[in-house]
């Protein structure tokens, strides 16, 4: 294989530098177009050195090494080299073009060793050869508190200590000491492939330029361009923080309710048995039960009646059912009165009530007798008819899956238990919180009263259910005092208990909500609320474009909501200002932690901003001596002027 093509400059280029700098992987990088993964770059490190000779076994590398370079055409060739100060290098440093001299960003020793050690044996070897100063492994200056390479570190050997800040060499370091020694400075990453292609390319222009003042004839070589500057890194913004929420327990709360029926308002009375439950999930649930329940007779019977410790309603068919009966209610109505009073004694037991008579104008409503003498309520008499009741109350859930239990199948598609999982929240929290329908305790807050359910706030609350059920004088209050408590806050409380989701929250009243929040132990509700304010200054900030409003409600927030346990919002609102930087270091009302914090992680990076301000001071003088080097006057001016200064006439 012919390695020399005509017309073409060969340039070999020796590359230098302590063990473990990254040597190997930079060649690499650029020879065989490597790309390498951070799982790759922590495995251990084995000395190893890159073969010259697979320029002549590889086809593709030795394509890959050809390359046009300000209009020369250029084969370039790399050179490995260990990096053990006692090994003789003298082999490799024969006849070379251009030296890359590396060191680690992470390791200062490898930047002293640069100066100590390296760099006078270069000029030993190779006294008139041009020398770039090239750091590698650039993106563990932003990468070393990152926590996926953290996790790395420590899987890799518990002997194995990370980089920290101290250890980190600063693109003003490196760029001392190449100006100390007269050459241009680089930096590179194989992770990140930056500055791979523009350190050797600019290799190259070092290599021809001081080819070309040895052979002033070569034509090609006049357009060669010194090596140019490089553009400052500027590291990625850390990731935008993610709200964790806890898991919902609304079902299992739900659960709760169902069997251990605290302060249920009512009592079915099937036969000889008394089912107590709830008004409100009833009404909620089915339909038909909203429709009996909320009837003018009921109502004014739940109104005016009182127990001493919660209030119940017993559902008789006595007067209220005339006319056509089947054979279920006929066989309740013939029941003896001993029998009766038997089942009457076991609910008074219960609970102490008070029946209201029907008077004679609510005697016959004719939309209760409708409701009560409805098909559903007198067709039940076996397990099988539960579906047909179902259907006849218009519980379309309920009736399917009594369908797929009573055809035994063991899958079925959940779909509809989803839809029901969906609606049955939304009229819940229409029922309870919108309408206050079938309240049984009133809340005292700070600017006006609340109504809501004994029942539902102790499945949903555990303070709440240690309120109610210990030995508290809130246990038998109706009106139950709730300092501290504004009515925007408990009505968003309340969307939680009985929705399991909550309404959009304003970021400037988001602390009274996570004060409540975390006053009652509720995670869960910290974190929606934490996401939905969140979500709000996202839609501000890059929707709208009130940045600086925004950073004023993180400056706000920050302190605040700490001791609110609401951590994924002090979180992002730390993110923010970060990024802003510029815009809150002058806040005095901060804490000093937070103020150190802030300028520690702050993006960009205060020594990013101190390189990207020397580039462009660079990129002005570059341009300040063009403009000196250009002719002042042109060739058509110089030809309309005299010899004696006077100006031809034409």
């Known amino acids: 294989m012919d390695n020399e093509q005509p017309h073409q400059e060969l340039v070999k280029c020796v590359v230098v530098g ?13 020879a065989c177009n490597k790309h390498v993964s951070l799982s790759q770059l922590m495995t251990t490190h084995v000395p190893t050195v ?52 590396c060191f680690s960003i992470t390791n200062p020793i490898s930047l002293r060793n640069c100066g100590a050690m390296w760099y006078p044996e270069i000029r030993r070897f190779c006294p008139n050869t041009p020398v770039l100063l090239v750091g590698c492994k650039n993106d563990l200056r932003y990468m070393y508190r990152d926590e996926t390479y953290l996790n790395y570190c420590k899987d890799r050997s518990p002997f194995i200590r990370a980089p920290r800040k101290s250890d980190l060499v600063m693109p003003d370091q490196g760029r001392a000491l190449a100006h100390e020694f007269g050459i241009y400075y680089y930096e590179t990453s194989v992770f990140t492939y930056y500055g791979v292609n523009e350190v050797f390319e600019n290799a190259i222009r070092a290599a021809l330029i001081a080819r070309r003042q040895q052979r002033f004839w070569m034509t090609n070589l006049k357009r060669v361009q010194r090596p140019l500057l490089q553009a400052p890194f500027r590291p990625p913004r850390p990731m935008e923080p993610e709200v964790v929420t806890v898991n919902s327990v609304y079902l299992e709360n739900m659960t709760t309710l169902l069997r251990q029926q605290y302060f249920s308002d009512m009592v079915i009375i099937c036969g000889a048995k008394g089912f107590p439950v709830h008004r409100f999930m009833l009404a ?19 109104e005016l009646a009182r127990s001493s410790s919660e209030s119940s309603m017993v559902s008789s068919m006595g007067e209220a059912t005339t006319g056509d009966f089947n054979e279920d209610t006929e066989y309740l109505i013939r029941q003896d009165q001993a029998k009766q009073m038997r089942v ?8 102490s009530c008070q029946i209201l008579p029907l008077s004679d104008s609510c005697k016959k409503p004719p939309d209760l007798y409708r409701e009560v003498n409805h098909p559903a309520i007198n067709s039940i008499r076996v397990v099988k008819e539960i579906r047909q009741a179902a259907e006849l109350l218009g519980f379309h859930e309920l009736s399917k899956l009594s369908q797929f239990i009573l055809d035994q199948h063991l899958l079925f598609d959940k779909g509809f238990m989803l839809q029901f999982h969906t609606s049955f929240p939304q009229r819940l929290r229409e ?8 309240a049984d305790v009133t809340f005292d807050l700070d600017d006006g009263i609340h109504l809501a359910h004994r029942a539902a706030l102790m499945a949903r609350c555990d303070p709440m ?9 809130e246990s038998t209050s109706r009106v139950i005092s709730f300092p501290g408590v504004k009515m925007y806050a408990f009505q968003i409380l309340l969307c939680y208990i009985y929705s399991d989701k909550i309404p959009s929250v304003e970021p400037t009243r988001c602390l009274e909500l996570l004060e409540l929040a975390n006053r009652l132990c509720m995670n869960r509700l910290v974190n929606l609320i934490e996401a939905r304010v969140i979500e709000h200054l996202q839609h501000q900030d890059r929707v709208c474009g009130e940045e600086d409003q925004v950073v004023e409600i993180c400056l706000s927030l920050l302190e605040p909501v700490k001791l609110h346990n609401a951590h994924s919002l002090a979180e992002w609102c730390t993110w923010r200002l970060c990024g802003a930087y510029d815009r809150v270091c002058r806040a005095r009302h901060l804490s000093q932690s937070s103020r150190e914090y802030l300028a520690d992680n702050r993006w960009p990076p205060v020594w990013y ?7 462009q001071k660079c990129l002005n003088e570059q341009s300040k001596e063009q403009k000196e080097i250009r002719p002042t006057t042109s060739l058509q001016a110089n030809q309309q002027t005299g010899c004696l200064c006077f100006t031809s006439k034409l």
């Open 284 to 302: 909620a649930a089915c339909e038909a039960f909203h429709r009996l329940l909320t009837t003018d007779c009921v109502s004014l019977s739940a």
């Open 609 to 615: 901003v101190k390189e990207y301000d020397y580039y």
């Open 465 to 473: 259910k240690a309120m109610f059920q210990g030995h508290f004088r």
């Open 431 to 438: 029922m309870c919180v919108e309408r206050n329908l079938f």
């Open 50 to 101: 890159w073969a010259i000779d697979q320029y002549r076994i590889y086809k593709d590398v030795l394509e890959r090494s050809w390359e046009v370079v300000d209009g020369v055409n250029v084969s370039l060739r790399l050179w490995d080299t260990f990096g053990d100060h006692e090994k003789d290098r003298r082999f490799a440093y024969g006849r070379s073009d251009v030296v890359l001299l």
């Open 18 to 30: 302590d063990t473990a700098v990254g040597k190997t992987r930079l060649i690499c990088a650029r």
């Open 344 to 351: 009457w004694d076991q609910i008074k037991r219960r609970s």
